[in-house]
């Protein structure tokens, strides 16, 4: 509880946390199911292979915004002092 705790304060939650801990998880299980003698297997051998890259912003106009939020449903309020 405590590396979360810590984790948390410094990163806040984040997916490589939560990935690490399925991988360690997963080599346990398969570790303790697993019957054919080899070697043991790690944590490192469930971790995601590749990781997946944010694409960059997009700098929009407020008129884009806008009419992008009017095409998902939403209104146009337009206020006359602004």
Sequence with gaps: MTGWRQHFYKH???HEKADFHMA???????NANHFVPKSPLSHTDFLPKQQCQ????????????MSLATAAGGI??????S
């Excluded at 360690?24 to 398969?30: E, G, R």
């Design 12 to 14: 806040g939650f984040s």
């Design 54 to 65: 944010k694409p960059p912003p997009v700098e929009r106009t407020e008129e884009e915004l």
């Design 24 to 30: 360690l998880l997963c080599a346990q299980v398969w």
């Design 76 to 81: 146009y309020l337009e206020c006359p002092d």
